[in-house]
């Protein structure tokens, strides 16, 4: 057991850019979440999947945002046209079924100049 | 989701025992509370669940009194080691929701010598 990585790490962009980043979960876990949390705030909710469904999405994510699981395993987050008010830590967690403890990543920490 | 209620900051010496309450008034009877710990640059970390009365574990033990309307994590003898933010979240983690987390602001504890 590895745990979550995440990656990259650290992702500087220009306004209007797009990122994209990779979250590889503790195998054999189904559930995959991916929350972002800026400065001084705690981890806010944006988007789960249950292995390759995507089940809910917050609010938070806007139509810039688009999340996949293609094959049940690892997940990628994309942000389009990123702008300034998008530079956050990106984390994602993943637990082995519903109400199991979710375990996170490191995180990938976005500037967006 | 029941909202909770931490202190901001704490600050501790080493060797000491710390107790970080949360109050959450508006608790539901399916509601877990669950503390996770978070340092700079890293994803939060699971520490302790529990329903009700006292949970401990390697690292922590959690106080729950009767009414659930709050919730004391403590720490023994804590380190420098253990300078991070606390959070406490309260939910149902068994239905529903898929049971994203959600996360107040914690509390920032700080270990001096």
């Known amino acids: 057991d590895t745990g979550v990585s995440q990656d990259p790490r650290h992702k500087i962009t220009k306004r209007g850019q797009n990122v994209t980043f990779r979250c590889d979960p503790i195998?054999?876990?189904?559930?995959l979440y991916w929350y972002r949390q800026t400065l001084g705030q705690g981890p806010e909710f944006l988007t789960y999947f249950q292995n390759e469904a995507q089940l809910e999405k917050s609010r938070l994510l806007s139509n810039r945002f688009s999340a996949e699981r293609p094959k049940g395993s690892f997940s990628t987050l994309e942000i389009q046209r990123t702008e300034q008010g998008d530079s956050a830590m990106y984390l994602c967690a993943s637990s082995l079924t519903s109400g199991e403890t979710q375990y996170f990543g490191p995180g990938t920490r976005l500037l967006v100049l | 989701l029941a909202k909770t209620t931490q202190p901001i900051s704490m600050d501790s010496y080493e060797g000491q025992e710390v107790n970080i309450t949360c109050s959450h008034n508006?608790?539901?009877?399916?509601?877990?509370i669950t503390w996770y710990q978070q340092f700079p640059s890293q994803g939060p970390r699971f520490i302790i669940q529990g329903y009700k009365t006292k949970v401990t574990n390697e690292v922590a033990s959690l106080f729950i009194p009767a009414d659930r309307k709050s919730s004391t994590l403590s720490l023994p003898r804590v380190s420098l080691s253990d300078t991070a933010v606390y959070y406490c979240?309260?939910?149902?983690?068994?239905?529903?929701?898929?049971?994203?987390?959600?996360f107040g602001t914690g509390t920032q504890l700080k270990v001096e010598l």
């Open positions: 508006n608790i539901a009877t399916n509601d877990y």
């Open positions: 195998s054999e876990h189904n559930r």
């Open positions: 979240l309260v939910g149902d983690i068994l239905t529903g929701g898929g049971n994203k987390l959600t």
